[in-house]
């Protein structure tokens, strides 16, 4: 008996909509607070830094460095099993904010902290993309 | 002496390790029957009750499964979460509902049969799944938990130069004082060699740099310190707690600076103590470099020396400061949330000078740090004769 391996999906919702679709036409936003001026992420319904709830999404250049990264060796789920080793990485964008991601377009060896990156997207079904980054 | 004037009157574990004869409330109640025979009470006596979600059943409303089965009449009665901190939270909280008048006697109880209840697949991938990670912006990328610590490693390292053998170092300590806790789960002695020939799971952490997962409960009472004068034991009190949170998951936060500073400075302030009065120190243990941060930030080293502290000893048995010295999550037992609450009964255990072959000398102030989430929560206890 096989088991179906579904790798797990963002599913997005009223909070994170805006950024699944341009991530899905290959653009990367990030919620911008219109009083204070500041980038945040991951979304929050008000501004992490002066709680105004004027937040609006807004395009970032992708261009950031390797903030940290593990190189996975035992995969989470059956789903991730073909694409160990792979790295897992926090990225600090050009604009402030962090997030979570992939590196990809480099061995995981030749992964340093510091590194320039640029997010690039991978498709993963017909309605999600992921965002991802490799060496600029 | 704390505003709350709480003390600690009884502790109990049940068996820890492979338990695959007892369910998570069989488990339970054998922690809470300990505790009550240590305190010299019955169930009857206690009016309160405090306990945390677990993994392995669905309960809706886990407080008053637990009271019931366990057949608490409780005045008072609530489910704590914060993840790993919820040992600590337990006992501040159980002081508060003391202080109030609400109830006289809290039966604080946690634990679970997380080993036994599914494969060690399952439970990896639950709790890959579980909420540690982001569920759209990070569970998307493959993190294991460990994963999650890694960053934090891997961010370490940079910053500082704490090396592998700085973290193996802690996985080794922790396991010697594993070896004298005949109720641990593994207790065979390893060296900083194994540790770093052991798996590599999720760069820089190893296997031994993790937690273990194991089956286990453990149970507190706490009532005041009026009525602990007149009880079995010597009561342990509740000297002073703090709380702290800087973030909610691991992506968006500076990795190497947590809500521990928030929390140890609330603790040391409410107990009018600092660093130098505390005689061991129970960390949270949930990886090696989890160790490493705590001690920073809690105060008892500056940032960045943390891998220097745990060698040459100091964080041994008859070093500086004993940690974790009931083998904590890395050797001695995890069985999820209610893991962090056996650094709380081996607090109690070290200060009423009741520890055996692993006893502090002359401890008479102990430090529990409890940690929840990816380093995101925390409450830090200090507990006194
Ligand atoms: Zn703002």
Redesign the interface.
Known sequence: MSEVIE???????AA?GPY?AAAHEGHLVMPRCNDCGKY???PHPLCPYCSSAKLEWTPVSGRGTL???????????P??AA?VP?V?A?VELEEG??????LTGCAPAQAK?GMPLKAAFRK?SESVT?PVFEPQ | MSKTNAAIVGIGESKVGSVPDRSALQLQADAAQAALADAGLKMSDIDGLLTTPVRVEHWNMPCGVVAHHLGVRAKFLSTVDLAGASGCGMIHQAAMAIASGQCSTVLCVAGQNLLSHGSRAKA??SM??GGSA???????????VP?LY??????HM?EYGTTPEQLAEVAVTIRRHASLNPNAHKRELITVDDVLKS???????HIFDCAIVSDGAAAVIVTSAERARDLKQKPVHLLGQGYGLRHS?????E?TTTGAVDSGRDAFRTAGLTPADVDVAQIYDCFTITVIVELEDLGFCKKGEGGHFVENGRIGLGGELPITTHGGLLSGGHPGLGGGFFHVVEAVRQVRGEAGARQVKDAEVALVHGNGGVISIHCTLLLGV
């Open positions: 790798r797990p999906m963002p599913v997005p919702d994170t699944w945040h992420f991951y903030y940290s990264f593990t190189v996975v060796h035992r995969a989470p789920s789903a991730f694409e792979y897992v926090v904010p962090r997030l979570m991601s992939n902290i993963l992921l | 990896v991938k890959a799944e982001h569920p759209q912006f990070e569970v998307p990328y493959g993190p294991l994963s890694a960053l934090v490693a891997q961010r940079h798996r590599m799971i999720t760069s820089p952490l998951h691991i992506g968006d936060t990795l």
